[in-house]
C-alpha cells in the first residue's frame, strides 16, 4: 500500500513538472515578449510623435513670368530648418477658379536638416485665377505658404526702393528685373495689372520730396519708387536718364524677395540744380484808360495801371524760399507814378513746377506836355529768393521789362494818348 503511494506522488511531480514546463515557461515567455513588442511599439509612437511634432518646414508660393496668354508658372520656395529629415509626399492646390487640386508626388521631395530648394508645380495658374499653396509630408503634416491667393493680377509683396542724394536736374529711372524663372513683378501704381518680367519707374524732378529735419538742416533729395512683388530675386537698378534721352547706369542692387515687404536704398551722383524762373507779363504793351482832370478845382487826370504777373519755377531748380517779387524801377514818359501798392510780394515757398500768380497796381498821373495828354511807362519785375537745399542766395533770379500806355478820356469821348 505503501508502495503504491510513493508512486502516485512520483507521477504527481513528474505531471506537475511537465505542466510548468509546457504551460507556465511559454506562457510567461509570451507575455514577455508580448510585453516587450508593446514598449517597442510605444516607443516607436512616441518617437514619431515626437519627430512629428518636431517637425518644421518654410514655404512659399510665387510664379514665374507669364507666357503669351498670360499664363503663369506655379513654383514653391522649400526650406527644412529643422534637425530633422523632411519628406514632401503631396501639394494640394485651392484654386479660385478650379477648387482644390490635389498633386500627388511619384518621387516624393527629401529635405535634408538646413537644405532648402525650388520646386515647379506642375500647375498653371490663369491670368484671372488665384491660388493657395499646401504642402503635405510623410509624417502627415501639411504647411500652407503665406502668399494666399497669389496670382498674376495679385501679387503679395511690396518692394519699396528709396533714392537718396538726387540731382535736381535730371530724371531717374528705377528698373525691376527677377534673377531667373522665379519671380514676377508689376509697377505699384498699376491696378490689376497682369505682373510681367520687367517693370520700371521713372522720377522726375517736381516728384522729389524735401524732407526738413527738425534742426532745421538742408532738405534732402529723395526719390520715392515702388513695386508688386513675388517671391524670388530681384536686381534693382538706378537709371539716370540725360537730356538726350540716354541713360547711365547710376547703382543698382540684388535683393530676395521671401516672406514680406522689402526697403532698398540706392544713391545718386550730387548735381547741382539748376534753378530757373520763368516770369510772365500778361499786360504788356498794353494801353489804361483814365479820366480826364478838372479845371475847377484844378486836379490832373489820374488813374491805376494794373500789372498782372505769373512766376514759374523751372522743375529741374531747387525749391525756394522767400521769394520776393516786385517792380525793382521804373520810367514815367509824361507820367508821375504815385503809388504802388502793394510794395512786393513774399512767397514763403515754392517747388519746381509750382506757379504763382499776382498783381500790382501803379497809380499814375498826367503830367502833359501842352496838347500832348496821356503817356507811358516802363518798369522791370524782378524775382530774388533762396535755395532751400544749396541755400544759394538768388538775387536776380529772373526779370521782366514790360510797357504800359495811358491815355487820356477827354470831353465828348475824345481819347488822347501820347506814345512819343
Not at 540725360?242 to 526697403?263: A, F, I, P, Q, Y
Request: hydrophobic share 40%.
Amino acid at each position: 500500500m505503501s508502495r503504491s503511494k510513493g508512486v502516485s506522488t512520483v507521477v504527481g511531480a513528474a505531471i506537475f513538472v511537465a505542466i510548468v514546463f509546457t504551460v507556465i515557461f511559454p506562457l510567461m515567455l509570451y507575455l514577455n515578449t508580448l510585453h516587450d513588442l508593446y514598449m517597442r511599439e510605444a516607443s516607436s509612437r512616441l518617437s514619431y510623435e515626437v519627430e512629428r511634432f518636431n517637425e518644421k518646414l518654410e514655404i512659399h508660393a510665387s510664379i514665374g513670368q507669364p507666357d503669351a496668354l498670360n499664363r503663369t508658372t506655379l513654383y514653391v520656395l522649400l526650406h527644412n530648418p529643422s534637425q530633422l529629415e523632411v519628406k514632401i509626399v503631396a501639394f494640394y492646390i485651392e484654386s479660385k477658379q478650379r477648387g482644390i487640386v490635389p498633386i500627388e508626388l511619384s518621387n516624393p521631395i527629401v529635405l535634408a536638416p538646413g537644405a532648402g530648394m525650388s520646386y515647379h508645380v506642375p500647375f498653371t495658374i490663369g491670368p484671372d485665377d488665384e491660388v493657395t499653396v499646401k504642402a503635405v509630408t510623410a509624417r502627415g503634416r501639411s504647411y500652407t505658404a503665406p502668399e494666399t491667393r497669389i496670382g498674376p493680377r495679385r501679387l503679395p509683396y511690396i518692394l519699396f526702393v528709396t533714392v537718396e542724394n538726387m540731382s535736381l536736374r535730371k530724371w531717374y529711372k528705377v528698373n525691376v528685373v527677377p534673377n531667373g524663372m522665379i519671380g514676377c513683378v508689376s509697377p505699384g501704381s498699376s491696378l490689376n495689372e497682369i505682373c510681367s518680367g520687367t517693370a520700371s519707374y521713372v522720377i522726375v524732378p517736381p516728384a522729389i520730396l524735401r524732407l526738413h529735419k527738425f534742426n532745421h538742416e538742408k532738405p534732402i533729395p529723395i526719390g520715392y519708387a515702388f513695386f508688386h512683388v513675388a517671391p524670388g530675386s530681384y536686381t534693382v537698378s538706378l537709371l539716370e536718364i540725360e537730356l538726350g534721352g540716354s541713360s547711365k547706369l547710376v547703382d543698382h542692387v540684388r535683393v530676395n524677395v521671401t516672406d514680406g515687404d522689402v526697403h532698398v536704398l540706392l544713391k545718386s551722383e550730387f548735381g547741382e540744380p539748376l534753378t530757373t524762373m520763368t516770369v510772365l507779363l500778361a499786360s504788356n504793351n498794353t494801353v489804361t484808360l483814365i479820366a480826364n482832370g478838372t479845371l475847377f478845382p484844378f486836379h490832373r487826370p489820374e488813374g491805376d495801371i494794373t500789372i498782372p504777373f505769373t512766376i514759374s519755377l523751372g522743375n529741374m531748380s531747387e525749391p525756394l524760399e522767400d521769394i520776393v517779387v516786385e517792380i525793382s524801377s521804373y520810367t514815367p514818359h509824361s507820367l508821375r507814378v504815385l503809388s504802388i501798392s502793394p510794395s512786393n510780394y513774399t512767397i514763403d515757398y515754392m517747388l519746381p513746377s509750382e506757379s504763382y500768380s499776382g498783381f500790382f497796381v501803379i497809380h499814375v498821373q498826367d503830367r502833359p506836355w501842352i496838347l500832348q495828354e496821356g503817356g507811358w511807362l516802363e518798369y522791370t519785375l524782378t524775382v530774388s529768393g533762396k535755395g532751400s537745399y544749396t541755400g544759394k542766395i538768388y538775387n536776380v533770379l529772373a526779370t521782366a521789362e514790360g510797357r504800359n500806355y495811358v491815355c487820356v478820356v477827354g470831353s465828348f469821348g475824345r481819347t488822347k494818348c501820347y506814345v512819343g
